[in-house]
């Protein structure tokens, strides 16, 4: 079966421009997170949705917002990027509707904004 | 405001040996507790996990301890395996929305 899987898995912006990342979540999985990894630190929460409702949001300004399609993959879009912007940014995916927190993670999409 | 911290950065040890790994928290409201394992170039990988109504959680040579007073968690590997060197990551959740530690990455020695 196919794991979690992330679009593109790597990428180079300018300042200012926007990006939008895709991910497919495992079949029969309906909640997906992302999460922002920037080098040194650990992953940082950013969105999770569930039957195409967001769930929860962490700490990130307006210039990050998200989506679930019917078939509950994902888009994560930030607009306006800054520099500090550059991270590897991670999908995961779970059955949803519980809270024991096991995600399965995809290999990520490497952002770097120059 | 660091929730989750990993004071070691890196850990090496000969292979055969015991790897423990340690983790604090400090809120309180954190009651599920996870460990990722993560190869460069791969996503993290789900290790084990323990609840806060247990103190320990035994998977083959991986055993996580939880001792909720100290709000500390320590993952042991043993025997330690050259495959096992990797970045481990500490994880806390009340629910699904995860709040992770730094890291620590385990060289094991052959």
């Known amino acids: 079966d196919a794991g979690v899987t992330q679009s593109p898995t790597h990428l180079i912006k300018t300042r200012g421009q926007h990006v939008t990342l895709r991910c497919s979540p495992i079949s029969g999985h309906k909640s997906v997170s992302w999460y922002q990894q920037v080098l040194g630190q650990g992953p940082q929460f950013i969105f999770q949705y569930y039957e195409k409702e967001e769930r929860g949001r962490g700490n990130f300004p307006d210039r990050f917002s998200a989506r679930q399609f019917p078939n509950y993959s994902s888009e994560l879009n930030v607009n306006a990027l800054l520099l500090g912007d550059s991270a590897l940014y991670l999908c995961?995916?779970?059955f949803g509707g519980g809270n024991t927190g096991e995600l399965f993670f995809g290999e990520g999409s490497r952002l770097t904004v120059l | 405001d660091q929730q989750v911290k990993q004071n070691s950065p890196s850990l090496s040890v000969q292979e055969g040996r015991i790897s423990i790994l340690n983790c604090d928290y400090t809120?309180?409201?954190?009651?599920?507790f996870l460990w990722y394992k993560k190869y460069p170039a791969e996503g993290p990988t789900f290790l084990i996990s323990?609840?806060?109504?247990?103190d320990k959680n035994e998977d083959g040579r991986f055993t996580v301890f939880l001792n909720k007073s100290a709000k500390h968690l320590s993952l042991h590997i043993v025997p330690s395996q050259p495959g096992d060197s990797a970045v481990y990551f500490c994880?806390?959740?009340?629910?699904?929305?995860?709040?992770f530690g730094t890291g620590t990455r385990l060289t094991i020695i052959p």
């Open positions: 995961a995916s779970s």
């Open positions: 323990i609840s806060s109504i247990k």
């Open positions: 994880a806390a959740s009340p629910n699904e929305k995860l709040t």
């Open positions: 809120n309180s409201m954190f009651d599920y």
